[in-house]
């Protein structure tokens, strides 16, 4: 046996344990790919004292082999104010490891791909933000936490697709600016009696869904259950049985274990909660988010080896910033 196959026999061995959580979406043959990495991203967090915190829209082997703490945007945030580790590497995109820097500002955050963006984070700047307050004045903004943290700095408060209705309702006004997602907004809007001023932003993955797709897959499947993500088009979710952040689609899944369901959101939410269980068939189709899929085992390894590359935010905007972030986590 060469050196190379001792080492992968070595780390398949080591992982075999981490491979019984993934065995129903990975196939055997290709865990060979993976145990390397997974076996030394375990030992570097032991190293670093890191903690992987990873967004359900990762990867199989990324979320359920290397993560500490898995969930949603909101259960991000608020775990990764909870946090002793020293270093605190983001599974996820640019945006959630800002809100994690900004609860953390003693601790190194790192993304492991720069380039991993967001549509909805890209589609308004700060100065939007300013020109809005300017047309309507004294109406407070409400911010979905899929933005930069100088639109957060430019807040009054930021939210979450898990807590958007409560957040716009804590604040007890007649109308808000919502922003930068439109169908979230719209979607807040449908659950409240509060007036919501939209922005224009879409998330590219959930906006290819529609309405037609979900009616044509219902008649192909008798008893489909359909449970969509709110960033979609509101012809999609009315179509749908169930509307909820990437959690709330997860545990409506794991708790009622339809026998059929279609999750229409990311392609890896319905493979991370099928590696969990085995009495849901799930149905696709699925889209891609391609600044979630920047994010593989080489890079995070390859991130807590060199301890690069680091948030930083200057500290006038984390300051402000970080004032709508925990502003939104004192709501229930
Ligand atoms: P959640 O907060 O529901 O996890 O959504 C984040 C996101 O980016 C969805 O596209
Ligand atoms: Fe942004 Fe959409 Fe990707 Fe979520 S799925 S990170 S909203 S582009």
Not at 35 to 44: D, F, R, S
Not at 219 to 227: E, F, H, K, W, Y
């Amino acid at each position: 046996m060469t050196q190379l196959e001792h080492g992968l026999d070595a780390a398949i061995r080591e992982t075999s344990h981490l491979y019984e959580r993934v065995r129903r979406v990975i196939p055997p043959l290709e865990w060979p790919l993976h145990a390397p990495a997974v076996a030394a991203i375990n030992q570097l967090k032991r190293k670093r004292n890191a903690v992987i915190l990873a967004h359900n829209y990762q990867t199989p082997e990324i979320y359920h082999c290397v993560a500490d703490i898995t969930g949603d945007s909101l259960a991000l945030a608020r775990r990764a104010s909870e946090t002793d580790a020293e270093v605190i590497v983001m599974a996820g995109v640019h945006f959630m490891a800002e809100t994690a820097k900004l609860l953390n500002p003693d601790k190194t955050v790192l993304i492991p791909d720069e380039q991993a963006g967001c549509s909805l984070a890209a589609s308004i700047t700060a100065k939007d933000v300013r020109l809005l307050r300017e047309t309507y004045p004294g109406v407070p903004v409400v911010t979905y936490v899929n933005t930069s943290a100088e639109v957060k700095a430019a807040s009054d408060i930021c939210c979450t697709s898990g807590n958007a209705v409560q957040v716009v309702e804590s604040l007890e006004r007649d109308r808000v600016i919502f922003i930068p997602d439109e169908y979230l907004a719209k979607y807040v809007a449908t659950q409240t009696e509060v007036q919501i001023i939209p922005w224009h932003g879409h998330c590219e993955v959930h906006e290819r869904f529609t309405g037609e797709e979900v009616r044509r897959y219902r008649q192909g499947s008798d008893g489909l259950v359909v449970i969509a993500h709110p960033e979609c088009p509101p012809d999609v979710l009315e179509a749908s049985d169930f509307v909820g952040s990437t959690a709330q689609m997860a545990d409506y899944v794991k708790s009622r274990r339809p026998a059929r369901v279609l999750m229409l959101t990311e392609c890896s939410m319905s493979d991370n909660v099928a590696a969990e269980i085995d009495d849901v068939e799930f149905v696709r189709p699925c889209n891609l988010c391609p600044h979630m899929k920047r994010i593989t085992l080489d890079n995070i390894r390859q991130a807590l080896e060199t301890l690069q590359p680091a948030v930083e935010i200057p500290a006038p905007v984390a300051q402000q910033a970080r004032r709508s972030v925990e502003r939104m986590l004192e709501v229930q």
